[in-house]
């Protein structure tokens, strides 16, 4: 019965913890397994863009917008104070003629796909963001109503809580280093020398899973986070307070910029990203941070005194063909992986989907496309890169 359904989820980021807590609403009894502790991994060092701008092919746009939908309904229907979902929209432009027509062949793309978006005036910018510098040579504004800015922090805080409270168990500081199955369950070895046993495992692990899978004798393709690589490294800085009152998500020729709460900013610049190497994180001071605030100054007045805190190097989870990754992995059906780019977007979604699949063994039919089997036995390098596709490294 669920009731009596054993879980084992490793991996207390914001896939873990959001399949967990769907997993303890549904009445099964949960173990979450976390080598370190909440958010320790991808999950706190991101843009949280909450978006489906641009993500191909039309399965992927789907569940994206079908994952934007799941995360404002749990957002109204939270009865704590939290709010970590902000419905602030996102304004594009370009100014380079190139960028300028990908830019209006996405929009033409997402407007036959009925993703809301609009061409907006300079004036009607200016007035939503009175501090924004725009170069003369800007082309159409476009705004995007529907996508979202997340809070990591507390949205991790309420999924914890949620699954807290209906009986799920965490374990921090514990490393899994065995997996087993049989037909009757599932075991975990823990690096402690304890044992858990019961009926399932989730593999909510991240850019982890490979070691994890290969505790069963299988290889995962995916890109590799810990070395140099623009598709699964980008820098995340973050500055001190500033007079600004954007609440908006921009993404700019020069940076991408969004509000991080008292009047603190958060700066992307994808084009650095060439240049993030995990084992070498930047000085704020540095050349790095240099360029971000001369692009920030030249983006928005009265950041003369701007200055950054911090720059860390946000590692993604991107199986090699830059889709999801999400179901069973083992002939007994015991050990269920999900891993994706795009977390904090899909992540409410994901895990009451993933639950109903280990808890009742209905598949939706949004995860068709995302079996994890065209990942397994393979390596980054058998497939072609998808790098020329639009995925917005922000998410």
Known sequence: MTQNKRVAVIGAGVLGLSVARSLALAGAKVT????????????????????????????????????????????QQASSEGRWLIKSGTCEWATDAAQQEKLHTRVSKLLKLNYPAQAISREQLKTRVPEIRLEARA???????????????????????????????????CDVIDIQENEQGAKLELANGEIWQGDSVVLATG??????????????????????????????????PLLTQLQTNLITPALNVRPDGGGRLLLQAPDLDHLANPAAPPNAEGWIGQEMLSRLRRTFDNMDSARIERIAIGQRSRPADGLPGIGYVTPQRRVYLMVTHSGMTLAPLLGRLGAEE??????????????PDRLLGKSAQDFPAFSTLHFPAAQ
């Open 32 to 75: 979450i397994f976390e080598r370190d502790h909440i958010g320790a991994g991808t999950s706190t060092t991101t843009y949280a863009w909450v978006n489906s701008n641009g993500k191909s092919p039309e399965s992927y746009h789907h569940l994206n917008v079908a994952a934007m939908h799941e995360h404002q309904k749990l957002q």
């Open 139 to 173: 082309g159409e504004i476009w705004h995007f109503p529907e996508e979202c800015l997340l809070f990591p922090t507390i949205f991790l805080a309420h999924l914890w809580e949620e699954a807290r409270q209906h009986g799920a168990q965490l374990h921090t500081n």
């Open 207 to 240: 850019r982890w899973s490979q070691a994890l899978m290969a505790s069963l004798g299988l290889q995962l393709a995916l890109i590799d986070a810990n070395q140099p690589n623009k598709i699964a490294c980008g820098f995340i800085a973050t500055t001190a």
């Open 358 to 371: 280990v808890i009742h063994d209905r598949r939706s039919a949004l995860l068709d496309d995302f079996a």
